[in-house]
């Protein structure tokens, strides 16, 4: 017999339902904190993407070097994702956000220094302060909102990938309006650090009560039967759009296209993220059509990659379907970790398990990419690499997807 929805209502215990009780005002003003936290994810890094070219000529790096700027968030993601649970069990959940908002906010000031050493410190404080709520955010959702797990992961994947199509898209026309300077460019996140930090005091001061999860109940992450499949999907799906989010203006500057048309392929390709961002955690709410979705989506992915790899010059119609790869498989990979978790207790500890094996593994995906690239002189071989880590996405997703045996 299969497992009951995990979002229904009576997967919260007594305990759980009375700790997520808060004062009415602060229901709407959690969620616009969470919308405004959750835009902070990706523009430290999307934004740097299409500058890439004006760092590489300031520093004179090579492109393994460059890709640091994307794998040591990844691998922050990864290293530190089983701090959150640890610390959410001495401190309430809000009170972590807001701290690791701020942080991102203090390693974007350092991410405009002078040095490498500078910039390079200060892209490790963004990965950490990132690393924590992407696991806590999740895990804030799925307590909170337990009959509503997929609108929820919907409008908060929309939030996270429309601020990566944002940053991508205005990176190069701010960097133009603002003197020429990549740092000006850069440097703009800082104030959306500083208005998500104001964003989520209401969550931290409004709340009655301030959840943490229940220890030593339910059962351990490591027997759960999909804990491996759930985190080599977010780990595999992740490397795929880590790496073309980091590479993708480069090839295309490669093929001819100036920054400004680079960086505004690439916003297109996340924009077109957004609305499977809402579509996807809706339809994987229906065990039945998570295996689809998970073979469809790896499959249009893999269609784009092949697309740019035989017709650059044509790239809008590959960007389109990386796209709407990439804005399925991410929120498919965050229901994967709602929805096979054993209990309410246990969706910190898979997302931790998943987001921290998963993101080491993906960090190293641009470094190869970029590796490739310097050995070989072009981007066939590396556009390759990234076809067959998308086949074993549609392997993982499906092997995730599966309902549970009888």
């Known amino acids: 017999m299969s497992r009951p929805d995990l979002a229904a209502p009576e997967s919260l215990d007594a305990n759980e339902q009375t700790t997520q009780r808060r004062k009415p005002t ?3 003003l959690l969620i616009l904190g969470l919308v405004v936290v959750a835009l902070n994810l990706r523009p430290p890094i999307a934004g740097f993407g299409p500058l890439l070219s004006q760092f590489q000529a300031e520093f004179q790096v090579s492109a393994a070097t460059l ?31 807001l701290l690791a908002t701020a942080v991102i906010g203090l390693g974007s000031v350092l991410r405009i220094g002078a040095t490498l050493p500078v910039i390079l410190t200060g892209t490790l404080l963004v990965g950490a302060g990132i690393a924590l709520n992407n696991v806590l955010l999740p ?9 509503r797990v997929g609108p929820m992961t919907g409008l908060y ?19 133009t309006a603002l003197g020429g300077e990549w740092r000006s460019s850069v440097g703009v996140w800082i104030g959306l650090a500083m208005a998500g930090v104001l964003a989520w005091l209401p969550a931290v001061f409004g709340r009655q009560t301030h959840a943490r999860p229940l220890r ?12 491996l499949s759930v985190t080599l999907y977010m780990g595999f799906q992740s490397l795929v759009f880590f790496t073309w989010l980091t590479w993708l203006p480069k090839v295309l500057q490669d093929e001819g296209f100036t920054e400004a048309q680079a960086g505004l392929l690439l916003a297109f390709a996340n924009v077109v993220q957004l609305p499977f961002t809402l579509a996807v955690p809706m339809l994987a709410a229906r065990p039945r059509l998570l295996v689809p979705l998970a073979a469809g989506t790896a499959l249009i992915s893999a269609a784009g990659i092949t697309g740019l790899l035989l017709a650059p010059l044509t790239p809008l ?22 929805v096979r978790a054993a209990s309410v207790t246990q969706v910190p500890q898979l997302s931790a398990m998943a987001q921290g094996f998963g993101y080491v593994l993906a960090a190293s995906g641009p470094f190869i990419f970029g590796a490739l690239h310097d050995w070989t002189g072009d981007w066939q071989v590396p556009l390759l690499f ?5 086949g074993v996405v549609l392997v993982t997703g499906v092997a995730a997807g599966r309902a549970p045996r009888a």
């Open 26 to 28: 602060a229901a709407p």
């Open 67 to 97: 890709s640091l700027l994307t794998t040591l968030p990844l691998l922050c993601w990864g290293v530190l994702a089983p701090l959150a649970p640890l610390l959410s069990r001495r401190y309430s959940n809000e009170t972590i956000i």
């Open 139 to 147: 895990s804030l959702i799925r307590r909170d909102y337990a009959t």
């Open 157 to 175: 994947t929309l939030a996270v990938v429309g601020g990566a199509a944002l940053a991508s898209g205005v990176a190069v026309p701010l960097m």
């Open 216 to 227: 030593g109940e339910g059962p351990s992450v490591w027997r759960n039967p999909y804990a």
């Open 317 to 338: 119609p590959w960007l389109f379907m990386m796209g709407a790869g990439a804005g399925s498989m991410f929120p498919l990979a965050l229901m994967f970790i709602a």
């Open 386 to 390: 990234l076809l067959a880590m998308t």
